[in-house]
């Protein structure tokens, strides 16, 4: 309610004082300058002010959000013969407004600094631009509102998953992996770019070897060291795409891997994603995610993965996931996931994995 007061007050506060100062811009000084009545939030507004070619003093623009109070400078520059231009930056304009002011720097014929003359308003009685809220404002106050004003998020997950022994001629082997993840990521909400993220990943596991005749019939897979960065593109609110490039250690060498998601909704709430994830060497996986966030304080999701992990030699599994997490009022959000894992009707095993994480 004291917003839109405000706004209201901002707005006709501009039509009045431009009524009133348009005049004053034209003075014995050669300085005509049209104020503007109303800005669009988040973009830089431009002010015009045409100078005679006899002026000698700098014209510059003083400018304060409604509210401050400090005032900021922003010189003006010529574009053509008698047309000068300032531009005050976008991070200075939202809602409810903002004021200014012109004035001219000069010096004496001494050298030293002159007066700083009023041209155009004054400190005392700045010109008021009521600033109207754009839709990518309205947007990106909404996805901080989600996120209780919090940009940044660091986060760690374990997680544990075993397809079952097999059984071989000799003896049985283990088909099993576990994986570590750890990244930081920044909501830039620079709509497109919504966010961007760095990470480190660990793979590593064993699957058997069905050629193998010995009583050690285990082969290594995955990789130790990974690392990867991802873009989280909003496609369109509550439609987002996060792309990822990987690159891993593995036992052959350096792989190079990648991830896609696709989301719509919310991300820690009801939701439905897909994607694809994989790297050389260690396999490919894909998924079909449903997150529902109807009890508060528990958001949920069930998941279907199918992919042969840990090594691209194994047939493909699939997996049966459910997660569950729970968000404390500072930021924190611990989650536990559960599930089953088989490559066939005989043999299976189980999943289990912790993850926490951090906004602020």
């Given at each position: 309610?004291?917003?839109?007061?405000?706004?209201?007050?901002?707005?006709?506060?501009?039509?009045?004082?431009?009524?009133?100062?348009?005049?004053?811009?034209?003075?014995?000084?050669?300085?005509?300058?049209?104020?503007?009545?109303?800005?669009?939030?988040?973009?830089?507004?431009?002010?015009?002010?045409?100078?005679?070619?006899?002026?000698?003093?700098?014209?510059?623009?003083?400018?304060?959000?409604?509210?401050?109070?400090?005032?900021?400078?922003?010189?003006?520059?010529?574009?053509?013969?008698?047309?000068?231009?300032?531009?005050?930056?976008?991070?200075?304009?939202?809602?409810?407004?903002?004021?200014?002011?012109?004035?001219?720097?000069?010096?004496?014929?001494?050298?030293?600094?002159?007066?700083?003359?009023?041209?155009?308003?004054?400190?005392?009685?700045?010109?008021?631009?009521?600033?109207?809220?754009?839709?990518?404002?309205?947007?990106?106050?909404?996805?901080?509102?989600?996120?209780?004003?919090?940009?940044?998020?660091?986060?760690?997950?374990?997680?544990?998953?075993?397809?079952?022994?097999?059984?071989?001629?000799?003896?049985?082997?283990?088909?099993?992996?576990?994986?570590?993840?750890?990244?930081?990521?920044?909501?830039?909400?620079?709509?497109?770019?919504?966010?961007?993220?760095?990470?480190?990943?660990?793979?590593?596991?064993?699957?058997?070897?069905?050629?193998?005749?010995?009583?050690?019939?285990?082969?290594?897979?995955?990789?130790?060291?990974?690392?990867?960065?991802?873009?989280?593109?909003?496609?369109?609110?509550?439609?987002?795409?996060?792309?990822?490039?990987?690159?891993?250690?593995?036992?052959?060498?350096?792989?190079?891997?990648?991830?896609?998601?696709?989301?719509?909704?919310?991300?820690?709430?009801?939701?439905?994603?897909?994607?694809?994830?994989?790297?050389?060497?260690?396999?490919?996986?894909?998924?079909?995610?449903?997150?529902?966030?109807t009890v508060p304080g528990l958001p949920m999701a069930a998941t279907v993965e199918v992919?042969?992990?840990?090594?691209?030699?194994?047939?493909?599994?699939?997996?049966?996931?459910?997660?569950?997490?729970?968000?404390?009022?500072?930021?924190?959000?611990?989650?536990?996931?559960?599930?089953?894992?088989?490559?066939?009707?005989?043999?299976?095993?189980?999943?289990?994995?912790?993850?926490?994480?951090?906004?602020?």
């Amino acid at each position: 309610m004291l917003h839109r007061a405000l706004s209201a007050l901002a707005l006709v506060t501009a039509s009045v004082g431009a009524l009133a100062t348009t005049a004053r811009a034209d003075d014995a000084a050669g300085i005509h300058h049209v104020p503007p009545a109303e800005a669009a939030a988040d973009a830089p507004l431009a002010l015009v002010a045409d100078i005679d070619a006899t002026a000698t003093a700098a014209l510059v623009v003083r400018y304060r959000a409604i509210g401050d109070a400090t005032w900021q400078s922003a010189p003006f520059a010529r574009t053509e013969d008698t047309a000068w231009q300032a531009q005050i930056p976008a991070a200075a304009i939202h809602p409810p407004g903002l004021e200014y002011y012109l004035a001219t720097i000069a010096t004496n014929p001494d050298g030293s600094p002159a007066p700083e003359q009023d041209r155009f308003a004054s400190p005392t009685w700045p010109h008021a631009v009521a600033v109207r809220t754009g839709e990518t404002s309205a947007r990106r106050a909404r996805d901080l509102a989600r996120v209780a004003g919090h940009r940044s998020r660091v986060h760690t997950a374990v997680e544990y998953v075993d397809f079952g022994a097999r059984k071989l001629p000799t003896t049985t082997a283990n088909d099993r992996y576990y994986r570590v993840d750890a990244d930081f990521g920044y909501r830039l909400l620079a709509y497109p770019l919504e966010e961007i993220r760095f990470g480190y990943a660990r793979l590593i596991g064993v699957t058997p070897d069905t050629t193998c005749e010995a009583s050690a019939c285990e082969t290594d897979a995955g990789f130790k060291v990974g690392g990867w960065f991802e873009l989280g593109l909003g496609l369109a609110e509550g439609v987002r795409l996060d792309a990822r490039g990987l690159v891993a250690a593995t036992p052959s060498g350096f792989g190079l891997g990648g991830r896609l998601e696709l989301r719509v909704g919310v991300a820690d709430g009801t939701h439905l994603a897909a994607g694809v994830e994989g790297l050389a060497d260690v396999g490919t996986s894909g998924f079909m995610r449903l997150g529902w966030a109807t009890v508060p304080g528990l958001p949920m999701a069930a998941t279907v993965e199918v992919g042969d992990l840990p090594a691209s030699s194994r047939p493909t599994g699939v997996r049966l996931l459910y997660d569950i997490a729970h968000p404390f009022p500072n930021g924190l959000r611990l989650a536990a996931r559960l599930g089953y894992a088989a490559r066939d009707r005989a043999v299976g095993g189980l999943t289990a994995g912790l993850g926490a994480s951090w906004d602020f």
